[in-house]
């Protein structure tokens, strides 16, 4: 496929997933400043907090914890399962997050919420969780958005954070905010369907991408961002990928270089780089692409950009949604329907 070929992209493209990576930069500051607006639960301390959700939902979560690293005195645990932990109880705030409101690990997770008395929090468009929350009273952050949950990532990472700043968690992050919704919209003139190949940094990758193995690794604040990439590159481009954490990855994966060979000769791993990133983490970063290179491995680099942290975290999230985006139009394959996720989930309704 021509990855200039923009007709061709619009016929497979048949939801405007395109039309959801382009509107990011508007996402995140809306739902930052709706966020502002919606009603908070009556208790405000706590000892620790607990973000419910899955896929798409979850990631967002993962993002803002570690973002917050640094701004924020509780613990953010994000929770992709059933049963909460024995530890999660009336001093802990849970935040229900679901796009549809009908994922059962999120419901699951809620209703051992109610058990337990903690404080709850809804973040979802309708769906059963909406209808929970108007019955038992909980503060419902319900947000209109008509696509998959994964192109919603904006409003799950700006709602949470609009609630930590409003429940007085944090200090106002509005300034670092704007920078990164600047900074995505500056990076975008580069990666749009109309810049062509020989100046789209994302359509180049995809290139190198097709018919490979991806692994993406990344560390500190920028490791959700390589789960991220994981995600897009499995949902849109329905493909194979892994992320791996540094400095972790230097403890085991390294020593897993040498088989199967044949594999690993046609794997492509990508390293996520930024300069606010702990300096043992950058040189960590150098290190191990050169030594997957010296085993045979083919490697790249995406550096983020803007100034701060939160700039650094969406724009190389935008990079590698729009780089999954074209990986899907290289493979011809529609990068909104998951059918075999949908199945997989009646499947598991029905029993
Ligand atoms: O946000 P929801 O509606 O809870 O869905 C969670 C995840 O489930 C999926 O629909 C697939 O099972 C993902 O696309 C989504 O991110």
Known sequence: MNLDDVTAFQQIDSQDMIGQINGLPDQLNRAYELGKT???PEKRKFHSVLISGMGGSAIGADL???YLQDKISLPIIVHRDYELPLWAGEDTLVVASSHSGNTEETLWAYDQARQRGCAIVAICTGGKLAGLARKDGV??????????????VGFSFGLLLALFEQLGLISSVEQEVDEAVHAMRNVQTNLGI???VTHNPAKRMAGQLFGRWVVVLAADYLAPVARRWKGQINELAKAWAQFEFLPEADHNTL????????MLMNMMALFIQAPGINSRNQKRIELTREMFMTQGINTDMIVARGEGKLAHIWTSLLFGDYMAYYLAMAYGID???????DAFKSEMASV
């Open 38 to 40: 919606f009603p908070l």
């Open 255 to 262: 020593a897993g270089l040498e088989n199967p060979s044949a």
């Open 194 to 196: 109309d810049v062509p």
């Open 335 to 341: 990068p909104t329907p998951i059918p075999i996720l």
């Open 139 to 152: 503060p419902l952050w319900q947000f209109d958005h008509r696509h998959a949950p994964r192109t919603a």
């Open 64 to 66: 803002v914890a570690s």
